[in-house]
């Protein structure tokens, strides 16, 4: 990348588009770094897909619920010399999660790992040390893929074939399946599903996976659930806060309508309202909205043909409802996962099927079991999500139809009614996904994980056609989730200093 014809002022600036995770912690990194950062958003507040949601007291983080990698988020924070206590109180969960079984069981998982191998020899003879080693496994490939794989940038085949992966590579097994290895691994449905289900974080199926992504087995199991009191939105807050110490400007409701590029460098950033100024353009807006809708043709690095062949994460219908009375059955995490659940991946990742599902898993957060300043006093916020193919048609009788087998599903295996005590509901789902976040097809979580979608197959953090353009966020490495973004940020903010600071 050749950067001699940029002008540099005293202070460069740096425009960041987009404040979902990504483009909070890059701004809050690029001013720390010296940069003078304006952070342009289309939306009215802060978080991207971590919006939050407020009617008659009750507060809804719109998307993330788990918080994961503990570790990710201190090493964040620890770059401006903090720590996540310094912002918000962190507690363990426990249970982690509660998880119906179809019909038939209903199982905590513990924070405590001796209960959790109890659990798994109740499912299977052996079960337990089956899952001791399973998880000596996930932990070795995580402090690898830690220290090895996350945090560097990968623009070239000869990065990620490096000598330590290779010699990883018999480990690592990239071209085995999670599902496969699962398999070979444990008998039971429960245990195979217990070790399987987190790979939705990462907006994947077990069959279309890396196996190496059974590092999310070390990470819920033994690094354990967390949940920052006041909800995910004291985190968004937290690296905002950070950014106004760092001088950082935000100008919301001014969403980016087309960057101006001359002599391949964007030179203006135009918006509804004003046009801007940029050395540096950071985007975290989603980066096919990006590519596609901001970028001339001639100037784009993937074009809609590329994007079009991607594997996307699957979109969701999130209900967000109020509820005027307290309930025990669930955890504050909650997993509803279908006996049959590989057809209801089928309908998300294979495109002869996508559909609305018949029988889908689905997961129900109620953060006001942990957290009262999420609901009135006797009342629960739930949040119930389920995972959809992006790109199928979203009509308001299709969600209500949908909603209302959910809920009659849900009721059914709680035994108890909820639909009559809603004081609050509003139902997120494929348009809105497009409509808030400019989403490519509806998708809630960006690009899947499958192994041509991993590491340098990965969209890059730096255009190949614009010099001063960059992008961080859930499309790039290390990918989907909080905690992959905001390495993602760290990764593309170091790029930055090095090359322009
Ligand atoms: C329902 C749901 C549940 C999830 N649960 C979890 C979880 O439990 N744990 C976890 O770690 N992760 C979870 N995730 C994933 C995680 O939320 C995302 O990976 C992460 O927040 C993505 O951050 P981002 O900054 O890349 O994108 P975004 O948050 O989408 O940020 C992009 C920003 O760009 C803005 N923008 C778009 N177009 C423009 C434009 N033209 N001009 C200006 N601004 C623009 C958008 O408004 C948005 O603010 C969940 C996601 C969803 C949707």
Redesign the pocket.
């Known amino acids: 990348m050749i950067t001699k014809n940029i002008k540099f002022d005293d202070i460069m600036k740096a425009i960041v588009?987009?404040?979902?995770?990504?483009?909070?912690s890059a701004a809050a990194l690029l001013a720390k770094d010296g940069f003078k950062v304006t952070v342009?958003?289309?939306?009215e507040q802060?978080?991207?897909?971590?919006?939050v949601y407020s009617d008659k007291d009750f507060n809804f983080d719109?998307?993330?619920?788990?918080?994961?990698m503990p570790d990710v988020y201190e090493k964040f924070f620890a770059e401006f010399g903090k720590k996540p206590e310094d912002y918000f109180e962190l507690d363990r969960l426990d249970p982690s999660y509660r998880i119906f079984f179809g019909d038939e069981k209903v199982v905590d998982v513990a924070s405590d790992i001796e209960k959790n191998y109890e659990l798994f020899e109740s499912f299977e003879e052996g079960g337990a040390e089956k899952l001791r080693k399973y998880l000596e496994d996930s932990k070795e490939i995580y402090d690898f893929s830690i220290d090895e794989m996350l945090y560097r940038d990968y623009t070239s085949i000869l990065d990620f074939f490096s000598g330590k992966l290779l010699l990883k590579g018999y480990k690592l097994k990239i071209w085995e399946n999670l599902q496969h290895y699962v398999n070979n691994q444990f008998e039971s449905d429960e245990a195979r599903k217990i070790v399987q289900y987190s790979i939705g974080?990462l907006g994947g199926a077990p069959n279309n996976t890396p196996s190496f992504y059974h590092i999310m087995s070390h990470i819920d199991l033994t690094m354990g659930v967390w949940y920052p009191q006041g909800g995910?939105r004291k985190v968004t807050k937290s690296i905002y806060d950070i950014c106004i110490e760092y001088g950082v400007e935000f100008k919301f409701n001014?969403?980016?309508?087309k960057l101006e590029i001359d002599e391949n460098q964007v030179k203006q950033v135009i918006?509804n309202k004003s046009s801007y100024d940029a050395d540096i353009v950071l985007m975290?807006?989603?980066y096919p909205?990006?590519e596609i809708?901001?970028l001339e043709k001639e100037n784009q690095t993937y074009n809609e043909k590329y994007w079009d062949k991607k594997i996307l994460a699957p979109s969701?219908m999130?209900a967000y409802l109020g509820i005027d009375k307290e309930m025990d059955q669930f955890a504050h995490h909650t997993l509803f996962l279908d006996k049959d659940w590989e057809a209801g991946f089928d309908t998300i990742f294979d495109p002869k099927k996508a559909a609305w599902p018949e029988k889908p898993s689905y997961y129900v957060n109620v953060p006001s079991k942990t957290d009262r300043s999420a609901a009135p006093e006797g009342s629960e916020t739930l949040f119930v999500?389920v995972p959809l193919a992006p790109g199928i048609e979203d009509t308001p009788e299709l969600r209500e139809n949908f909603y209302n087998m959910i809920m009659d599903d849900l009721e059914a295996k709680i035994g108890e009614n909820i639909r009559d005590h809603i004081v609050v509901k509003r139902i997120f789902a494929l348009n809105d996904?497009k409509e808030?976040?400019?989403?490519y097809k509806g998708t809630?979580?960006?690009l899947s994980h499958t192994l041509r979608q991993t590491a340098l197959f990965r969209p890059a953090h730096m255009s190949k056609k614009v010099q001063n353009l960059y992008y961080?966020?859930?499309?790039t490495h290390p990918g989907?989730?909080?905690?992959?973004?905001l390495i993602?940020s760290q990764i593309v903010a170091n790029e930055i200093t090095k090359k322009h600071g």
């Open positions: 588009v987009g404040s979902g995770f990504g483009g909070l342009l958003e289309k939306n802060i978080g991207g897909r971590a919006s719109m998307g993330p619920s788990w918080y994961l974080f995910m001014e969403p980016v309508e918006t975290n807006a989603d909205h990006a809708d901001l969701a999130v999500l996904f808030r976040y400019n989403a809630a979580l960006g961080s966020g859930h499309y989907i989730g909080v905690p992959m973004v993602s």
